[in-house]
């Protein structure tokens, strides 16, 4: 592709330019697949569920997320013009402790904040009432963020949220070393069971660590992996070229981008995952238009892509999670084995191979009693000396 240089445009102009496209985003087959999944589990699933959408980090989890919002927001203004107090989705990030342990009095903050929660720095600890005797977590005076849970149990009680979103959740497990991972989540499942509210964890594959954390929470969890595109599968192969297509017709510069003649470069530097390629074309796109360019060439690209060194570095967290996902035939054979159906099964063919005909080989007698003593061969027309 041939490179020209051109003046600079107005920053204004190549900023909207720029700005456009990273608005835009592709409804490709994985991320209307996990949609659909997730839409599924939140409609069909306990008002006290817990969701784990899992993927690689820049597969589109956040995209996603926006994407149930505007669903949910759209399926609930019925209910909203009837009811103004109701909101249709509450959606939060779940943010890195700077030190160290998640900070749950900032996130039950930034809860009911995006709830229009008055007086957020006002709350305090009020005492259960007898009919809460059972609460699976009661925070005391002295907890973190304890002035704050009620208030949001309440105010999810009040507002009635279609689903609780929380981005990033993969935050929760960062925790000290005096408390235990399974206490982090039962924070969670208590407001969900308490507010009869579908709570759902976006994060990367780290988010693991909670799915079999009690048999309690297994029971209640429902998982919604958002896979990446995988070069060995042919479809997988077809469906991110069309994302290079779709991508390459909303670049904005007067020279059309072959993003396609240059696939396996992408890929490779993208591992498969639009978030990725997205952030990545974005970065290339904002020089190339800061400077006045009017095409975007390989060299471009190369230039702002990942290094080798850190896409091995996500390629290997990637195929740890895509490995402790899967279920093998090994794992299942175990559970079967603890359950007591596998010598149920092994008796039942047994049974079935115990009434066939036996078999031998040509020329081989079949088995049978042999007469043995003088009466016995005599009777059998056996002469004897």
Known sequence: MAKRESAVMPLEHWTAQLKQFQEYTVAHPHLVEAKDRLVAAIRESAPNSLILVIGPTGVGKSTLRGRIEQLLTTESLPEMEADPARIPVVSVEAVAPPSGSFNWRDHFKRMLSAMDEPLIERKRT????????????????????????????????????????????????????????????????????????????????????????SGQLSRRSVDVHFRRYRAENREDRKAFMNVLCSFERQIPLPEPADLVANWEFLYERSIGCVGILKEWLVRTLSAILRRGSTSLTLRDLTAHALTVSQCEKILAEITEGETRLAESDGARSRFRLALGLSSVETAREAAKTAHLPQRGRPGQRRPMRDPIGVPQLAKAGIRTA
Do not use: W
Request: with cysteine.
């Open 126 to 213: 009020l005492p259960p009432c007898d009919s809460e005797s059972d609460v699976v977590f009661t925070p005391g005076p002295k907890a973190p963020g304890g002035e704050y849970y009620r208030a949001v149990e309440q105010a999810l009680r009040y507002r009635r949220p279609g689903a609780v979103l929380i981005d990033e959740a993969q935050h929760l497990a960062k925790m000290s070393s005096g408390r235990r991972l399974l206490d982090q989540l039962d924070v969670i499942k208590s407001l969900a069971n308490r507010t009869g509210t579908v709570h759902a964890l976006f994060g990367t594959y780290d988010l693991l660590a909670f799915r079999n954390l």
